[in-house]
């Protein structure tokens, strides 16, 4: 009983209440404790945000215009220097990771190369832009918390790049004749008489993108520089059941002779020879069938090649017709001929077809001068012409007919240059030319090509009154009687070259016409405000061994002289044995 009532007082006892003079004091001294708390709080919170302020201005000036502090790219600091600094500071590294080798292997063979090798292109713009920008993109917390974080932990920016996958390409195209194979297709032929097949198989190649990826870890510092090659399989676009249904086509198509067509020409070829020209290829996006049966438009053509009299007609150029003083255009018509490709696919489809007779359409043969091209050229005129004559049978008539051939129609553009050497290129026994008389050095020889100085000396005169300024030019060393006397020339591979230029707004057209006995040569444009004249050959000098002849080229304008050209000519002739013959009053072959 005395327990429980010692309890029961000391209960009561901590029931009491507090005496009144205590309680105000007590709340006062919890009150200014608080009061310190909230002050000290305060002023740490102030004196944070101060030093956070100031860090902050600090890091804003310094970084200012530079990269900031801590950034780096793989490993070279960056922090503090301006993007044209940064530029300079990567660019060893740039020169060092390039031409850094990286080794693969594959089945015990060893392949090296360089990251520039194999078309890494840096952009270093880009890189140091991206460097640039950490601490300065994102949202404000961003920005704030990797700018603070610099300062204690590196921040490592990528290099940027990019690749040249044409240099790329070639890397991986030399190391392919080792490691490459390509996939075989199924394939579909005949043997004897007999259907043979083969089964396709996948082939590999070297893994490109797996390649780039790994050197772009390497230069990032992120990968080993010696791996395995990346190799993938390489599947082949038939399958077994492609070539099983082309054996079954292919048997169709030989299984008897067929009719042919073409033009007025009929022709049966016989099943044992169509199995020779049959082949298969992979189909393409336009066909249902992986695997086609056709035949090889090579043999095909072979095959028809005896015939081509029966069917072919060869194309007529445009030509310039003259009349008067005018020219109109003979218009140009097609030829036809036959095409290998749509013979092959013509002979496929008589093939295929239940009755196995068909026509195999011919093409058309475009003219080598349409009548649109020679529309085109707006000539409508002829400018000048000239015509020499020599004596039929001679061989070197077959050097000028032969070298007039090759000139005919050849169209000068404003402004290009007319060179009889370019045109008609070296004259070989190879192409037709042969022995003839020719002046060589000073001295009468033989020479293949001999004898088309005088084709020179005719497009000579005939470009001297088009008014034509010559390029180049070289009269002969001895005058001949056949020709204007100063105004001729010669002509050797490859100089003395006979050139001029078509100072003209309008294209020109160079024409040769030829008989047994004489050779022209025409110039067509359109209408010129310029007139030509000549003069009489007048020998100006004589000297031991020559003399010097002069004649002027007059072009006229408006009916007066606008320009006055000399050309002198030195012969070696004997000047007892040389009579000039006088320019006649009216040359309609020579100028208009």
Do not use: C
């Amino acid at each position: 009983m005395a327990k429980r009532g010692t309890f029961s007082g000391l209960a009561s006892r901590r029931r009491k209440a507090p005496h009144k003079s205590q309680a105000p004091a007590a709340g006062a001294r919890m009150e200014h404790l608080r009061t310190q708390a909230r002050t000290r709080h305060v002023r740490l919170v102030v004196i944070g945000t101060v030093v956070v302020v100031a860090l902050a201005v600090f890091d804003a000036a310094a970084a200012r215009g530079r990269v900031h502090h801590g950034v780096e790219v793989v490993g070279i600091p960056l922090g503090g220097r301006t993007p044209a600094e940064a530029e300079q500071s990567l660019a060893p590294a740039v020169r060092e990771l390039a031409g850094r080798e990286i080794g693969f292997q594959w089945s015990r063979r060893a392949f090296t190369t360089t990251p520039s090798e194999l078309g890494w292109r840096p952009d270093m713009q880009a890189t140091v832009g991206a460097a640039f920008e950490v601490g300065r993109a994102g949202p404000p917390w961003t920005i704030a918390w990797n700018r603070a974080t610099t300062w204690i932990v590196a921040r490592s920016v990528s290099w940027h790049s990019d690749w040249d996958l044409a240099a790329t390409r070639k890397v991986v195209e030399r190391w392919s004749q080792d490691v490459g194979e390509p996939p075989r297709e199924g394939r579909v032929w005949v043997d004897g008489g007999t259907i043979r097949t083969s089964d396709p198989a996948p082939g590999r190649s070297v893994d490109v993108e797996q390649l780039l990826a790994h050197v772009d870890s390497f230069v990032n510092g992120e990968a080993e520089p010696d791996i395995a090659l990346p190799i993938i399989s390489v599947q082949p676009a038939t399958t077994r059941a492609d070539v099983d249904e082309a054996a079954e086509e292919a048997e169709r198509m030989i299984s008897g002779p067929v009719e042919v067509r073409i033009g007025r020409l009929e022709l049966t070829v016989p099943a044992s020879k169509m199995g020779r020209y049959l082949q298969t290829r992979v189909g393409s996006d336009e066909t249902d069938a992986s695997l086609e049966v056709g035949f090889s438009p090579a043999r095909v053509g072979h095959l028809l090649k005896p015939y081509d009299e029966d069917f072919e007609r060869e194309p007529r150029s445009a030509e310039f017709v003259e009349h008067g003083h005018k020219v109109e255009i003979k218009p140009s018509a097609p030829g036809r001929t036959l095409d290998a490709d749509v013979a092959a696919e013509g002979l496929a489809r008589i093939a295929k077809s239940d009755s196995r007779s068909g026509r195999i359409p011919l093409v058309e043969k475009e003219a080598p001068f349409t009548t649109a091209e020679a529309e085109e050229l707006g000539i409508t005129k002829k400018i000048s012409s000239f015509t020499t004559y020599y004596t039929p049978g001679e061989s070197r008539v077959t050097n000028i007919h032969l070298a007039a051939d090759i000139i005919d129609g050849k169209v000068v553009e404003p402004g290009d240059v007319f060179s009889m050497n370019e045109i008609i290129g070296q004259r070989t026994a190879e192409r037709g030319f042969v022995e003839a008389p020719a002046i060589y050095d000073g001295a009468f020889t033989t020479d293949i090509g001999g004898g088309i100085s005088q084709l020179a000396t005719t497009i000579f005169n005939a470009g001297f009154f088009g008014g034509y300024p010559f390029e180049e030019y070289q009269a002969h060393s001895f005058y001949i009687d056949r020709y204007p006397m100063g105004r001729e020339a010669t002509l050797h591979w490859t100089h003395p070259d006979l050139a001029f230029r078509n100072d003209t707004k309008n294209p020109i057209l160079v024409a040769t016409d030829y008989t047994s006995s004489s050779i022209t040569v025409s110039i067509y444009g359109s209408p010129q405000d310029r007139r030509v004249r000549a003069t009489d050959p007048v020998i100006v000098d004589r000297y031991p061994g020559g003399y010097t002849v002069l004649v002027h080229r007059l072009i006229e304008k408006d009916g007066r002289v606008v320009k006055r050209e000399d050309f002198r000519t030195n012969y070696v002739n004997k000047l007892e044995t040389v009579t000039p013959t006088p320019t006649p009053t009216r040359e309609p072959k020579e100028r208009e």
